[in-house]
């Protein structure tokens, strides 16, 4: 099945400064790819997706890069803000079939934004 | 979000006793899933359904049971809890047509003793 990595597992970085996010993922059928952001005791909301089919996405601060031949994909932030600490989860999805629709997710990491 | 809900939303309860985790969601979603999530492990899926009367094991399913007679319930049974099924669990919910995102109630944190 599908394993999905995130590397590290905590990330710091200085207000204002930009940060980025890597996982990988070992199937190659794998064609979406969602980003979630859980704040300290709240649920994990979705905050950007990318399709295989798509190389990059953005909205606003955030931006997601999708690299199929390598099987890692990124998640941007610019700008960082307090409110960006939290824990973030990558995951990945193979195209549904029949009453298969699962989402692997990926351990999480923790960023920190320095004020 | 909020049509998603979880039930209770904190819970204690005693090694070997048996706990239901209630789901609903108000949106008439197909898919439902049930994950845990526990420090260093992400969110593990236990099981999911894609729709009333069909559901799946996921990643971790073992001492775990679900059933889904209605669209809008999706509850887990915890047959005979053990302390290593102390943990936060989630809910979430995706529509059939309309995307694939996945939309998570607020968790059941629960304890067992």
């Known amino acids: 099945g599908e394993n999905v990595e995130q590397h590290p597992s905590t990330l710091s970085v200085q207000e204002g400064d930009s940060a980025v996010i890597k996982c990988t993922y070992s199937?190659?059928?794998?064609?979406?790819f969602p980003w979630y952001k859980q704040e300290l005791g709240k649920r994990p909301q979705l905050i950007i997706d990318?399709?295989?089919?798509?190389g990059e996405k953005k909205d606003q601060r955030i931006a997601v890069t999708l690299n199929k031949t390598a099987k890692h994909f990124s998640l941007h932030i610019t700008e960082t803000q307090p409110e960006d600490s939290a824990v973030y989860f990558c995951a990945a999805s193979i195209p549904p079939t029949g009453a298969n629709s699962k989402l692997t997710f990926g351990k999480g990491i923790t960023l920190s934004v320095r004020p | 979000d909020a049509g998603i809900t979880q039930s209770p939303r904190y819970k204690i309860t005693e090694t070997g006793r048996q706990v239901t985790l209630m789901c609903h969601q108000t949106?008439?979603?197909?898919?439902m899933f049930w994950y845990r999530q526990d420090l260093g492990h992400g969110l593990r899926l236990i099981y999911y359904?894609?729709?009333?009367?069909?559901?799946d094991k996921g990643e971790v399913p073992d001492g775990y049971v679900v059933s889904r007679s209605k669209t809008e319930n999706f509850p887990l049974t915890l047959e005979s809890a053990t302390r290593s099924q102390t943990s936060v669990y989630f809910c979430?919910?995706?529509?059939?047509?309309?995307?694939?995102?996945?939309?998570f109630g607020p968790g059941t944190r629960l304890t067992v003793l």
């Open positions: 990318i399709r295989s089919n798509v």
């Open positions: 359904s894609a729709a009333a009367d069909i559901t």
């Open positions: 199937d190659s059928a794998s064609n979406y």
């Open positions: 979430a919910s995706r529509d059939l047509t309309t995307g694939r995102t996945q939309y």
């Open positions: 949106w008439s979603h197909s898919y």
